[in-house]
Protein backbone atom coordinates (compact mmCIF):
# COMPACT_ATOMS: atom_id res chain seq x y z
CA UNK A 1 0.00 0.00 0.00
CA UNK A 2 1.34 2.97 -1.01
CA UNK A 3 0.41 6.50 0.51
CA UNK A 4 -0.81 9.93 -1.12
CA UNK A 5 -1.70 13.50 0.16
CA UNK A 6 -5.79 12.29 0.80
CA UNK A 7 -5.42 8.34 0.71
CA UNK A 8 -3.92 5.72 -0.80
CA UNK A 9 -3.28 3.31 -3.70
CA UNK A 10 -3.50 -0.26 -2.97
CA UNK A 11 -1.42 -2.01 -6.02
CA UNK A 12 -3.13 -4.57 -8.51
CA UNK A 13 -6.33 -3.65 -6.80
CA UNK A 14 -8.15 -0.15 -6.68
CA UNK A 15 -6.69 3.74 -5.25
CA UNK A 16 -9.51 5.71 -2.78
CA UNK A 17 -8.92 9.23 -1.24
CA UNK A 18 -11.28 10.50 1.08
CA UNK A 19 -11.33 12.93 4.12
CA UNK A 20 -9.30 12.42 7.27
CA UNK A 21 -7.62 9.38 5.98
CA UNK A 22 -5.63 7.31 8.81
CA UNK A 23 -3.78 4.48 7.41
CA UNK A 24 -3.83 1.29 9.78
CA UNK A 25 -2.22 -1.88 7.96
CA UNK A 26 -3.89 -4.57 9.89
CA UNK A 27 -4.73 -8.00 9.16
CA UNK A 28 -7.99 -9.24 10.86
CA UNK A 29 -7.62 -12.84 10.43
CA UNK A 30 -9.84 -15.45 10.20
CA UNK A 31 -13.03 -13.43 9.21
CA UNK A 32 -16.40 -15.52 9.38
CA UNK A 33 -18.58 -15.12 6.69
CA UNK A 34 -22.24 -15.82 7.48
CA UNK A 35 -23.18 -16.63 4.37
CA UNK A 36 -20.90 -18.23 2.68
CA UNK A 37 -21.16 -20.73 5.64
CA UNK A 38 -24.85 -21.49 5.14
CA UNK A 39 -23.98 -22.13 1.30
CA UNK A 40 -21.60 -24.82 2.50
CA UNK A 41 -18.28 -23.05 0.93
CA UNK A 42 -15.36 -21.83 2.51
CA UNK A 43 -16.06 -19.00 4.98
CA UNK A 44 -13.13 -17.78 6.44
CA UNK A 45 -10.74 -15.15 5.51
CA UNK A 46 -8.11 -12.93 6.30
CA UNK A 47 -8.75 -9.56 5.37
CA UNK A 48 -6.13 -6.42 4.87
CA UNK A 49 -7.74 -3.31 6.39
CA UNK A 50 -6.08 -0.46 5.13
CA UNK A 51 -7.09 2.68 7.13
CA UNK A 52 -9.97 4.36 7.78
CA UNK A 53 -11.45 7.62 6.39
CA UNK A 54 -13.10 10.17 9.00
CA UNK A 55 -15.32 13.66 9.04
CA UNK A 56 -18.00 15.35 10.50
CA UNK A 57 -21.30 16.23 9.00
CA UNK A 58 -22.09 19.50 11.33
CA UNK A 59 -24.82 21.26 9.61
CA UNK A 60 -27.83 19.70 7.44
CA UNK A 61 -26.80 18.94 4.09
CA UNK A 62 -23.28 18.49 4.47
CA UNK A 63 -21.27 15.91 2.56
CA UNK A 64 -18.34 13.49 2.52
CA UNK A 65 -17.05 11.72 -0.33
CA UNK A 66 -15.09 8.85 -0.20
CA UNK A 67 -13.80 8.03 -3.89
CA UNK A 68 -12.18 4.64 -4.70
CA UNK A 69 -11.21 3.42 -8.55
CA UNK A 70 -8.77 1.26 -10.20
CA UNK A 71 -7.49 3.71 -13.35
CA UNK A 72 -4.64 5.60 -12.87
CA UNK A 73 -3.87 7.45 -9.62
CA UNK A 74 -4.27 10.69 -11.90
CA UNK A 75 -8.07 9.18 -13.71
CA UNK A 76 -9.85 10.48 -10.51
CA UNK A 77 -13.60 10.21 -10.78
CA UNK A 78 -15.72 12.76 -11.24
CA UNK A 79 -17.03 14.10 -7.23
CA UNK A 80 -19.58 11.94 -6.01
CA UNK A 81 -22.39 14.31 -6.13
CA UNK A 82 -21.86 14.62 -9.91
CA UNK A 83 -21.87 11.16 -10.34
CA UNK A 84 -24.91 10.37 -7.91
CA UNK A 85 -26.77 13.33 -9.38
CA UNK A 86 -26.03 11.78 -13.32
CA UNK A 87 -27.22 8.69 -12.32
CA UNK A 88 -30.24 9.78 -11.26
CA UNK A 89 -30.74 11.18 -14.23
CA UNK A 90 -30.28 8.23 -16.36
CA UNK A 91 -32.76 6.41 -14.33
CA UNK A 92 -35.27 8.79 -14.70
CA UNK A 93 -34.63 8.13 -18.70
CA UNK A 94 -34.68 4.43 -18.18
CA UNK A 95 -38.38 4.52 -16.69
CA UNK A 96 -39.80 7.53 -19.03
CA UNK A 97 -38.84 5.18 -22.27
CA UNK A 98 -40.55 2.17 -20.23
CA UNK A 99 -43.74 4.25 -19.93
CA UNK A 100 -44.63 2.89 -16.29
CA UNK A 101 -48.51 2.38 -15.71
CA UNK A 102 -47.56 2.65 -11.88
CA UNK A 103 -44.77 2.90 -9.33
CA UNK A 104 -44.23 -1.38 -9.35
CA UNK A 105 -44.00 -1.00 -13.37
CA UNK A 106 -41.01 1.86 -12.81
CA UNK A 107 -39.14 -0.39 -10.34
CA UNK A 108 -39.05 -3.14 -12.58
CA UNK A 109 -38.10 -1.27 -15.47
CA UNK A 110 -35.37 0.40 -13.52
CA UNK A 111 -34.56 -3.28 -12.33
CA UNK A 112 -34.59 -4.26 -15.29
CA UNK A 113 -31.93 -2.14 -16.70
CA UNK A 114 -29.30 -3.60 -14.61
CA UNK A 115 -29.43 -7.14 -16.96
CA UNK A 116 -28.47 -5.16 -20.13
CA UNK A 117 -25.19 -4.84 -20.71
CA UNK A 118 -22.97 -3.51 -23.59
CA UNK A 119 -20.26 -5.87 -25.21
CA UNK A 120 -17.40 -5.13 -27.61
CA UNK A 121 -20.19 -7.29 -29.79
CA UNK A 122 -23.04 -5.26 -29.06
CA UNK A 123 -26.15 -5.27 -26.33
CA UNK A 124 -26.40 -8.76 -24.28
CA UNK A 125 -27.96 -9.84 -21.07
CA UNK A 126 -26.72 -10.59 -17.68
CA UNK A 127 -28.82 -13.65 -16.45
CA UNK A 128 -28.43 -12.66 -12.73
CA UNK A 129 -26.23 -10.94 -9.99
CA UNK A 130 -23.64 -12.05 -8.52
CA UNK A 131 -22.90 -15.11 -10.11
CA UNK A 132 -24.23 -15.75 -13.81
CA UNK A 133 -22.90 -13.87 -17.00
CA UNK A 134 -24.92 -14.74 -20.31
CA UNK A 135 -27.15 -17.49 -21.50
CA UNK A 136 -28.68 -17.45 -24.32
CA UNK A 137 -31.79 -18.90 -22.75
CA UNK A 138 -32.47 -16.93 -19.99
CA UNK A 139 -31.69 -13.97 -22.57
CA UNK A 140 -34.13 -14.86 -25.10
CA UNK A 141 -36.63 -16.38 -22.33
CA UNK A 142 -36.08 -12.45 -20.83
CA UNK A 143 -36.36 -10.55 -24.11
CA UNK A 144 -39.81 -9.81 -24.56
CA UNK A 145 -39.83 -7.85 -21.05
CA UNK A 146 -36.11 -6.70 -20.58
CA UNK A 147 -36.19 -4.60 -24.50
CA UNK A 148 -40.15 -4.78 -25.63
CA UNK A 149 -41.62 -3.86 -22.67
CA UNK A 150 -38.79 -1.14 -21.41
CA UNK A 151 -38.48 0.85 -24.57
CA UNK A 152 -35.36 -0.87 -25.83
CA UNK A 153 -36.74 -2.53 -29.27
CA UNK A 154 -33.57 -0.95 -31.11
CA UNK A 155 -31.00 -2.43 -28.80
CA UNK A 156 -33.15 -5.54 -28.91
CA UNK A 157 -33.00 -5.56 -32.43
CA UNK A 158 -29.23 -5.48 -32.50
CA UNK A 159 -29.19 -8.56 -30.03
CA UNK A 160 -31.17 -10.43 -32.14
CA UNK A 161 -29.37 -10.14 -35.64
CA UNK A 162 -25.91 -10.82 -33.24
CA UNK A 163 -27.31 -13.98 -31.75
CA UNK A 164 -28.43 -14.96 -34.86
CA UNK A 165 -25.51 -14.37 -36.57
CA UNK A 166 -23.72 -17.47 -33.83
CA UNK A 167 -26.32 -20.23 -35.28
CA UNK A 168 -24.08 -23.43 -34.86
CA UNK A 169 -26.31 -26.74 -36.78
CA UNK A 170 -29.69 -25.04 -35.88
CA UNK A 171 -28.61 -23.96 -32.54
CA UNK A 172 -27.00 -21.16 -30.35
CA UNK A 173 -24.54 -21.56 -28.10
CA UNK A 174 -25.65 -22.30 -24.21
CA UNK A 175 -23.31 -20.02 -22.34
CA UNK A 176 -19.44 -18.97 -22.42
CA UNK A 177 -20.16 -18.48 -18.96
CA UNK A 178 -17.75 -21.24 -18.03
CA UNK A 179 -14.59 -20.89 -19.68
CA UNK A 180 -15.63 -22.82 -22.95
CA UNK A 181 -18.48 -22.10 -25.52
CA UNK A 182 -20.89 -24.86 -24.82
CA UNK A 183 -24.02 -26.03 -27.04
CA UNK A 184 -25.92 -28.06 -24.04
CA UNK A 185 -29.49 -26.61 -24.55
CA UNK A 186 -32.06 -28.00 -26.30
CA UNK A 187 -34.67 -25.00 -25.88
CA UNK A 188 -32.51 -21.48 -25.95
CA UNK A 189 -32.97 -21.65 -29.76
CA UNK A 190 -36.75 -22.16 -29.44
CA UNK A 191 -36.80 -19.33 -27.25
CA UNK A 192 -35.24 -17.33 -29.64
CA UNK A 193 -37.80 -18.00 -32.26
CA UNK A 194 -40.32 -16.47 -30.58
CA UNK A 195 -38.42 -13.44 -29.28
CA UNK A 196 -37.84 -12.91 -32.66
CA UNK A 197 -41.60 -13.65 -33.32
CA UNK A 198 -42.42 -10.97 -29.99
CA UNK A 199 -40.24 -8.39 -31.97
CA UNK A 200 -42.01 -8.37 -34.76
CA UNK A 201 -45.47 -8.51 -33.77
CA UNK A 202 -44.61 -5.55 -31.01
CA UNK A 203 -43.17 -3.15 -33.04
CA UNK A 204 -44.15 -4.56 -36.65
CA UNK A 205 -40.29 -4.39 -37.80
CA UNK A 206 -40.62 -6.69 -41.22
CA UNK A 207 -37.36 -5.77 -41.97
CA UNK A 208 -35.73 -7.80 -39.23
CA UNK A 209 -38.24 -10.59 -40.27
CA UNK A 210 -37.25 -10.97 -43.88
CA UNK A 211 -33.42 -10.64 -42.68
CA UNK A 212 -33.53 -13.51 -40.10
CA UNK A 213 -36.74 -15.47 -42.11
CA UNK A 214 -33.27 -17.29 -43.82
CA UNK A 215 -31.72 -18.21 -40.54
CA UNK A 216 -34.88 -19.28 -38.69
CA UNK A 217 -35.80 -22.10 -41.77
CA UNK A 218 -32.30 -22.98 -41.00
CA UNK A 219 -33.47 -24.04 -37.13
CA UNK A 220 -36.03 -26.06 -38.54
CA UNK A 221 -34.36 -27.58 -41.13
CA UNK A 222 -31.05 -28.44 -38.64
CA UNK A 223 -33.56 -30.01 -36.67
CA UNK A 224 -35.19 -32.10 -39.38
CA UNK A 225 -31.63 -33.30 -39.60
CA UNK A 226 -30.78 -33.66 -35.96
CA UNK A 227 -28.09 -32.01 -34.18
CA UNK A 228 -26.16 -32.13 -31.13
CA UNK A 229 -27.30 -33.92 -28.51
CA UNK A 230 -29.12 -35.99 -29.78
CA UNK A 231 -31.65 -33.18 -30.89
CA UNK A 232 -33.76 -33.81 -33.59
CA UNK A 233 -37.31 -34.19 -34.97
CA UNK A 234 -38.98 -37.30 -34.90
CA UNK A 235 -40.45 -38.11 -38.00
CA UNK A 236 -43.32 -39.99 -36.22
CA UNK A 237 -45.15 -37.17 -34.83
CA UNK A 238 -42.98 -34.09 -35.47
CA UNK A 239 -42.25 -33.59 -31.92
CA UNK A 240 -38.63 -32.71 -30.50
CA UNK A 241 -36.95 -35.38 -28.98
CA UNK A 242 -33.35 -34.95 -26.92
CA UNK A 243 -30.87 -36.61 -24.32
CA UNK A 244 -27.82 -38.23 -24.46
CA UNK A 245 -26.54 -40.05 -21.36
CA UNK A 246 -25.10 -37.33 -18.80
CA UNK A 247 -26.23 -34.31 -20.40
CA UNK A 248 -29.38 -32.33 -19.15
CA UNK A 249 -30.55 -29.85 -21.64
CA UNK A 250 -33.60 -28.38 -20.75
CA UNK A 251 -33.51 -25.12 -18.34
CA UNK A 252 -33.71 -27.78 -15.20
CA UNK A 253 -30.22 -28.49 -16.12
CA UNK A 254 -29.18 -28.88 -12.25
CA UNK A 255 -26.34 -31.80 -11.41
CA UNK A 256 -24.96 -32.99 -8.26
CA UNK A 257 -21.41 -34.27 -8.62
CA UNK A 258 -21.33 -34.21 -12.23
CA UNK A 259 -24.92 -36.36 -12.36
CA UNK A 260 -28.25 -34.22 -13.68
CA UNK A 261 -30.93 -34.20 -11.06
CA UNK A 262 -33.52 -33.72 -14.17
CA UNK A 263 -32.54 -35.01 -17.04
CA UNK A 264 -35.32 -35.76 -18.71
CA UNK A 265 -34.63 -37.41 -22.39
CA UNK A 266 -37.03 -37.37 -24.75
CA UNK A 267 -39.77 -34.96 -25.22
CA UNK A 268 -40.12 -32.22 -22.58
CA UNK A 269 -43.16 -30.47 -22.70
CA UNK A 270 -42.31 -27.07 -22.43
CA UNK A 271 -39.90 -27.85 -25.29
CA UNK A 272 -42.42 -29.03 -27.48
CA UNK A 273 -44.74 -26.59 -26.76
CA UNK A 274 -41.84 -23.96 -27.94
CA UNK A 275 -41.85 -26.16 -31.34
CA UNK A 276 -45.03 -25.74 -32.23
CA UNK A 277 -45.50 -21.63 -31.31
CA UNK A 278 -41.77 -21.73 -33.19
CA UNK A 279 -42.78 -23.25 -36.34
CA UNK A 280 -46.06 -21.37 -35.83
CA UNK A 281 -44.21 -18.08 -35.73
CA UNK A 282 -42.32 -18.81 -38.99
CA UNK A 283 -45.42 -19.21 -41.12
CA UNK A 284 -46.49 -16.12 -39.35
CA UNK A 285 -43.38 -14.53 -40.14
CA UNK A 286 -42.88 -15.87 -43.65
CA UNK A 287 -46.82 -14.44 -44.60
CA UNK A 288 -46.18 -11.13 -43.53
CA UNK A 289 -42.98 -10.66 -45.58
CA UNK A 290 -44.06 -12.48 -48.66
CA UNK A 291 -41.28 -15.12 -48.25
CA UNK A 292 -41.49 -19.09 -48.68
CA UNK A 293 -41.66 -20.32 -45.02
CA UNK A 294 -39.86 -23.67 -45.71
CA UNK A 295 -40.87 -27.00 -44.12
CA UNK A 296 -42.07 -24.77 -41.63
CA UNK A 297 -45.99 -25.86 -42.67
CA UNK A 298 -46.07 -29.10 -43.12
CA UNK A 299 -43.86 -30.05 -39.66
CA UNK A 300 -46.14 -27.57 -37.80
CA UNK A 301 -49.58 -29.66 -38.37
CA UNK A 302 -47.46 -32.41 -37.67
CA UNK A 303 -46.36 -31.43 -34.20
CA UNK A 304 -49.45 -29.73 -33.30
CA UNK A 305 -51.70 -32.80 -33.73
CA UNK A 306 -49.45 -35.35 -32.12
CA UNK A 307 -49.15 -32.74 -28.78
CA UNK A 308 -52.85 -32.05 -28.22
CA UNK A 309 -53.05 -35.96 -28.83
CA UNK A 310 -50.25 -37.25 -26.97
CA UNK A 311 -49.50 -34.77 -23.96
CA UNK A 312 -52.99 -34.71 -21.84
CA UNK A 313 -52.21 -36.99 -19.40
CA UNK A 314 -55.39 -39.48 -17.19
CA UNK A 315 -53.98 -37.46 -14.07
CA UNK A 316 -55.37 -33.86 -15.57
CA UNK A 317 -52.67 -32.44 -16.62
CA UNK A 318 -50.39 -33.07 -19.28
CA UNK A 319 -47.23 -35.59 -19.38
CA UNK A 320 -43.58 -33.85 -18.63
CA UNK A 321 -41.65 -35.95 -20.28
CA UNK A 322 -42.74 -38.54 -23.30
CA UNK A 323 -41.41 -41.42 -24.24
CA UNK A 324 -38.10 -40.99 -21.54
CA UNK A 325 -35.83 -43.83 -20.97
CA UNK A 326 -38.76 -44.95 -18.13
CA UNK A 327 -41.89 -43.82 -20.51
CA UNK A 328 -43.80 -41.26 -19.69
CA UNK A 329 -43.66 -38.74 -16.73
CA UNK A 330 -46.62 -37.24 -15.17
CA UNK A 331 -44.86 -35.43 -12.58
CA UNK A 332 -46.93 -31.93 -11.88
CA UNK A 333 -44.52 -29.58 -13.06
CA UNK A 334 -44.94 -25.92 -14.16
CA UNK A 335 -43.54 -26.94 -17.47
CA UNK A 336 -46.20 -27.37 -19.00
CA UNK A 337 -47.77 -24.26 -19.12
CA UNK A 338 -46.49 -23.67 -22.18
CA UNK A 339 -48.50 -25.45 -23.95
CA UNK A 340 -51.45 -22.62 -22.96
CA UNK A 341 -49.51 -19.72 -22.78
CA UNK A 342 -47.50 -18.73 -25.47
CA UNK A 343 -48.94 -16.99 -28.61
CA UNK A 344 -48.83 -19.57 -30.60
CA UNK A 345 -49.71 -22.33 -28.21
CA UNK A 346 -50.84 -25.72 -29.20
CA UNK A 347 -53.59 -25.94 -26.56
CA UNK A 348 -56.37 -23.84 -25.38
CA UNK A 349 -56.33 -23.42 -21.97
CA UNK A 350 -57.29 -26.49 -19.80
CA UNK A 351 -59.27 -24.85 -16.39
CA UNK A 352 -59.39 -28.30 -15.02
CA UNK A 353 -55.24 -28.57 -15.32
CA UNK A 354 -54.90 -24.88 -14.62
CA UNK A 355 -56.76 -25.53 -10.89
CA UNK A 356 -54.29 -28.52 -10.28
CA UNK A 357 -51.29 -26.76 -11.33
CA UNK A 358 -53.32 -23.48 -8.83
CA UNK A 359 -53.56 -25.73 -5.92
CA UNK A 360 -50.66 -27.76 -6.16
CA UNK A 361 -47.60 -25.27 -7.42
CA UNK A 362 -48.45 -21.47 -6.67
CA UNK A 363 -46.80 -19.74 -3.93
CA UNK A 364 -46.88 -15.57 -3.40
CA UNK A 365 -43.33 -15.67 -5.39
CA UNK A 366 -44.58 -17.88 -8.66
CA UNK A 367 -44.93 -21.78 -9.18
CA UNK A 368 -42.87 -24.33 -7.21
CA UNK A 369 -40.87 -26.58 -10.27
CA UNK A 370 -42.34 -29.99 -8.68
CA UNK A 371 -45.99 -30.83 -6.65
CA UNK A 372 -45.36 -31.35 -3.07
CA UNK A 373 -46.81 -34.46 -2.68
CA UNK A 374 -44.08 -35.88 -5.63
CA UNK A 375 -41.63 -38.18 -4.95
CA UNK A 376 -38.37 -36.40 -4.68
CA UNK A 377 -39.97 -32.96 -3.83
CA UNK A 378 -37.29 -31.04 -1.87
CA UNK A 379 -39.27 -27.73 -0.43
CA UNK A 380 -35.68 -25.98 1.15
CA UNK A 381 -33.60 -24.59 -1.88
CA UNK A 382 -30.58 -24.55 1.08
CA UNK A 383 -27.67 -25.65 2.18
CA UNK A 384 -24.33 -27.13 0.48
CA UNK A 385 -23.44 -26.82 -3.42
CA UNK A 386 -25.24 -30.22 -3.40
CA UNK A 387 -27.96 -30.04 -1.51
CA UNK A 388 -29.24 -26.69 -3.42
CA UNK A 389 -28.60 -28.32 -6.95
CA UNK A 390 -31.00 -31.21 -5.93
CA UNK A 391 -33.53 -29.23 -4.64
CA UNK A 392 -32.94 -26.34 -7.58
CA UNK A 393 -35.61 -28.21 -9.54
CA UNK A 394 -37.17 -30.50 -7.14
CA UNK A 395 -39.75 -28.10 -5.58
CA UNK A 396 -37.79 -24.52 -5.77
CA UNK A 397 -40.04 -21.89 -6.38
CA UNK A 398 -39.01 -19.84 -9.61
CA UNK A 399 -40.39 -16.68 -10.32
CA UNK A 400 -39.77 -16.21 -13.82
CA UNK A 401 -42.49 -19.11 -14.28
CA UNK A 402 -45.27 -16.62 -13.11
CA UNK A 403 -45.27 -15.33 -16.27
CA UNK A 404 -46.29 -18.02 -18.13
CA UNK A 405 -48.81 -19.03 -15.08
CA UNK A 406 -50.34 -15.09 -15.63
CA UNK A 407 -50.63 -16.06 -19.45
CA UNK A 408 -52.29 -19.30 -19.14
CA UNK A 409 -54.88 -17.71 -16.83
CA UNK A 410 -55.02 -15.00 -18.41
CA UNK A 411 -56.71 -16.92 -21.67
CA UNK A 412 -58.79 -18.95 -19.32
CA UNK A 413 -61.03 -15.56 -18.76
CA UNK A 414 -59.29 -16.08 -15.06
CA UNK A 415 -58.76 -12.63 -13.21
CA UNK A 416 -55.29 -12.06 -12.28
CA UNK A 417 -55.16 -8.51 -10.86
CA UNK A 418 -54.05 -10.01 -7.74
CA UNK A 419 -51.41 -11.94 -9.01
CA UNK A 420 -48.34 -9.90 -8.73
CA UNK A 421 -48.77 -8.81 -4.90
CA UNK A 422 -46.63 -11.42 -3.93
CA UNK A 423 -43.87 -10.23 -6.12
CA UNK A 424 -44.64 -6.51 -5.72
CA UNK A 425 -44.05 -7.23 -1.62
CA UNK A 426 -40.59 -8.98 -2.19
CA UNK A 427 -39.30 -5.93 -4.01
CA UNK A 428 -37.94 -4.16 -0.56
CA UNK A 429 -36.75 -7.64 0.81
CA UNK A 430 -34.19 -9.65 -1.04
CA UNK A 431 -32.40 -7.87 -3.80
CA UNK A 432 -33.27 -4.33 -3.01
CA UNK A 433 -35.60 -3.54 -6.36
CA UNK A 434 -35.37 -6.30 -8.07
CA UNK A 435 -36.87 -10.41 -7.51
CA UNK A 436 -35.02 -13.40 -6.86
CA UNK A 437 -34.04 -15.89 -8.61
CA UNK A 438 -35.80 -18.82 -6.79
CA UNK A 439 -37.29 -19.44 -3.45
CA UNK A 440 -38.08 -21.83 -0.92
CA UNK A 441 -40.61 -24.41 -1.77
CA UNK A 442 -41.82 -24.47 1.71
CA UNK A 443 -44.16 -21.45 3.33
CA UNK A 444 -43.06 -18.94 4.21
CA UNK A 445 -40.86 -19.20 0.92
CA UNK A 446 -37.97 -16.84 1.38
CA UNK A 447 -36.08 -15.88 -1.34
CA UNK A 448 -33.03 -17.61 -2.22
CA UNK A 449 -30.48 -17.68 -5.22
CA UNK A 450 -29.39 -14.67 -6.98
CA UNK A 451 -30.78 -11.81 -5.12
CA UNK A 452 -31.39 -10.22 -8.79
CA UNK A 453 -32.41 -12.31 -11.60
CA UNK A 454 -32.99 -10.83 -14.91
CA UNK A 455 -35.55 -13.43 -16.13
CA UNK A 456 -37.14 -12.65 -12.85
CA UNK A 457 -37.43 -9.17 -13.23
CA UNK A 458 -38.32 -9.14 -16.81
CA UNK A 459 -41.56 -11.97 -16.86
CA UNK A 460 -43.18 -9.77 -13.78
CA UNK A 461 -43.11 -6.62 -15.86
CA UNK A 462 -43.75 -8.34 -19.06
CA UNK A 463 -46.59 -10.30 -17.56
CA UNK A 464 -47.92 -7.02 -15.93
CA UNK A 465 -48.02 -4.87 -19.08
CA UNK A 466 -48.72 -6.64 -21.61
Not at 264 to 283: C, F, M, Q, S, Y
Not at 327 to 347: E, I, K, V, Y
Not at 384 to 391: E, I, L, M, V, W
Amino acid sequence: MLPTADGAVVEQAYRMAGPGWAPTGQWWRGVHHREEAARGLSSEEDIWFAGRFGGSLDTPGDTLEVLAWAGDLDDRPAPATEVVAAARERHWKVIAAATPADSVDATLALAADAFVVRTAAGPDVVAGYPWFGAWSRDTMTSYEGLFLATGRAEEGRELLRAYAGTLSQGMLANTADTGSVEYNTCDATMWFLHAVDRHVSVTEDTDLAAELLPALRGVVDAHLAGTRYGIRVDPADGLVTQGTPGEALTWMDARVYGVPVTPRAGKPVEVNALWVNGLAAIVYLAARVGQDPGAAPQVHARARDAFRARYPAPTGWLYDVLDGPAGNDMSLRSNQLLAWSLPHAPLDPDEAALRAIGAALMTPLGPRSLAPDSPGFIGNHRGAPAQRDGAYHQGTVWPWTIGPYADATRKAGWRISDLFTGIESHLPEFGLASVSETADGYAPHAATGCPFQGWSVAEALRARRF
